[in-house]
């Protein structure tokens, strides 16, 4: 299986492996499949794109953040990731 290594291949094989289970449940749902094999597929998609997340979230600490640290803007930086896990509530 292909694993790939960079950030943006890794973040974007994350997404296409949610895109395909996100087309499964799709398919699930029209062709009136059991509910829970549905579910179990949905939660496919929450965990690819919940790693996918993950990536994201690394890689804009290990270089965006450093980046406004280094430039001093440490309180913007902090702002900014604050205020996205205050919309997931």
Do not use: N, W
């Not at 799709?26 to 829970?36: L, W």
């Amino acid at each position: 299986m292909f694993k790939p290594t960079d950030q943006k291949s890794r973040t974007l094989h994350r997404l296409k492996i949610a895109r395909g289970h996100l087309e499964k449940v799709i398919k699930m749902v029209e062709a009136d499949a059991y509910c829970i094999d549905v579910l179990v597929q949905s939660k496919a998609v929450r965990s690819a794109i919940e790693k996918a997340d993950e990536l994201l979230l690394e890689h804009h600490l290990s270089c965006c953040v450093v980046d406004h640290v280094k430039q001093g803007r440490s309180k913007q930086a902090v702002d900014e990731i604050m205020k996205v896990f205050a919309k997931g509530k």
